[in-house]
């Protein structure tokens, strides 16, 4: 990997009339003008990023992890001290190392590290990891959850010590290498990370580039992902009830041309959530986003749902349907284009023609047209509900694009 950070640029003053400003890069670890400073060293960046945790663009990489609450630093495990451990809303946590890479050797080590983390991070119960936080901070109590409680009231705890307990169990993490400078081939490293495929995580390379404005004492820093791992398949071995014993494959060869249905944890945590209501779930709706394909309708899924949408040549953005964990779907979002194209009428004929075929569904006729959605019973329609007249559900999806295809002039 030879990609560099281009050098930003402050523009000052009208449009005819400005100045341009060239950022001067700033090496970390040595500081202005290459100078050795401690200020810029890899405590500096741990403590930076704990307190700045949006600086990392985790929403990008996998977004069951986002928001990030920032833990602790320096976690002690059976593995060394982990730099910096995060956690979301949903129990999702992140393990983050950070590097200054002025030595090439230290690169494939420092993977290592993070990986050697997450495996012992999965031999550990939800106490285990609370008492190590305990250790760590000097505080009493269940401080992973008071952290994200204390911006979320309504959070209920026992969900959220089951998800941060099964994600434990399953190895299921982000492991976010952070630092400047990251010049490691990816092939390198894919062939390196198939060899800890026990593990469900999600690995990425964020690299910040850091600059310093001219004249005067401000900086500016420009993060990026250099790389990320997508989830080709699982190997998790459970054993003895909820303990899990993580094996070391055999040694593959990974290159980039690879197939088979790519998932992300978002992906699967989606499932997790919806299955415990609707256990086929997974194994009806699956096929059937893979036949919307051939319309170019798409899976976008967030931190608790799934929205199936359909981009237009010049990317406008039509939802279909946004389907949430407790498997009721919003189809709301339907109106949202046809609204934008001043057709709202075609948003308004997909939920009428969905109500004809779903047994007791009703168009819910609101005071803002854009607002208008399907219900059943009061509540919104499920998934399920959708999935029992599918072949009709994907037609009325092909005619209300052609619907907006005219609109357009397309």
């Known amino acids: 990997m030879t990609k560099q950070h281009t050098c930003p640029l402050i523009?000052?003053?009208?449009?005819?009339?400005?100045?341009?400003?060239?950022?001067?890069?700033?090496?970390?670890?040595?500081?202005?003008?290459?100078?050795?400073?401690?200020?810029?060293?890899?405590?500096?960046?741990?403590?930076?990023?704990?307190?700045?945790?949006?600086?990392?663009?985790?929403?990008?990489?996998?977004?069951?992890?986002?928001?990030?609450?920032?833990?602790?630093?320096?976690?002690?495990?059976?593995?060394?001290?982990?730099?910096?451990?995060?956690?979301?809303?949903?129990?999702?946590?992140?393990?983050?190392?950070?590097?200054?890479?002025?030595?090439?050797?230290?690169?494939?080590?420092?993977?290592?590290?993070?990986?050697?983390?997450?495996?012992?991070?999965?031999?550990?119960?939800?106490?285990?990891?609370?008492?190590?936080?305990?250790?760590?901070?000097?505080?009493?109590?269940?401080?992973?959850?008071?952290?994200?409680?204390?911006?979320?009231?309504?959070?209920?705890?026992?969900?959220?010590?089951?998800?941060?307990?099964?994600?434990?169990?399953?190895?299921?993490?982000?492991?976010l290498i952070v630092g400047d400078g990251i010049r490691e081939g990816v092939e390198n490293i894919s062939n390196f990370l198939q060899k800890h495929a026990g593990l469900d995580f999600t690995f990425g390379l964020v690299e910040l580039g850091f600059f310093k404005v001219p004249e005067v004492e401000q900086y500016i820093i420009q993060p990026r992902i250099l790389a990320r791992t997508f989830t080709i398949e699982r190997s998790v071995i459970r054993t003895d009830g909820l303990n899990i014993k993580v094996e070391t494959p055999e040694d593959k060869f990974v290159t980039h041309k690879i197939s088979g249905h790519k998932t992300s944890i978002s992906e699967e945590q989606f499932f997790d959530l919806m299955s415990s209501n609707y256990p086929s779930v997974k194994h009806e709706l699956l096929p059937f986003i893979e036949s919307l394909a051939e319309y170019g309708i798409v899976a976008i899924y967030g931190k608790s749902s799934l929205s199936l949408r359909w981009f237009t040549e010049n990317n406008l953005k039509m939802s279909f349907g946004t389907i949430n964990d407790t498997g009721l779907v919003d189809t709301g979002y339907a109106n949202y284009l046809p609204a934008k194209l001043g057709k709202v009428e075609i948003g308004h004929n997909y939920l009428r023609n969905l109500a004809r075929i779903i047994p007791r569904a009703v168009v819910n006729e609101n005071k803002t047209e854009k607002e208008w959605n399907l219900k059943k019973e009061g509540r919104f329609i499920s998934i399920m509900d959708l999935l029992a007249v599918k072949n009709e559900w994907k037609e009325i999806m092909r005619h209300t694009q052609s619907e907006i295809l005219e609109a357009l002039n397309l």
């Open 11 to 175: 523009i000052e003053g009208k449009p005819q009339e400005y100045n341009v400003k060239k950022l001067e890069k700033v090496t970390l670890g040595l500081g202005d003008n290459n100078k050795k400073d401690k200020l810029y060293d890899e405590d500096w960046i741990q403590n930076l990023i704990h307190n700045n945790p949006s600086i990392l663009p985790v929403e990008e990489l996998e977004s069951a992890f986002f928001p990030l609450y920032p833990v602790c630093r320096e976690l002690k495990t059976p593995a060394g001290f982990l730099d910096n451990l995060f956690v979301s809303e949903n129990g999702s946590l992140t393990l983050v190392e950070c590097k200054l890479w002025r030595n090439p050797e230290a690169r494939r080590e420092v993977v290592g590290q993070a990986l050697d983390y997450a495996k012992e991070f999965a031999n550990w119960s939800y106490e285990d990891l609370s008492t190590a936080i305990r250790e760590t901070i000097k505080e009493k109590g269940n401080f992973l959850y008071d952290v994200v409680a204390k911006e979320n009231p309504d959070l209920d705890e026992a969900e959220f010590v089951d998800s941060v307990s099964r994600n434990l169990s399953r190895g299921r993490f982000l492991i």
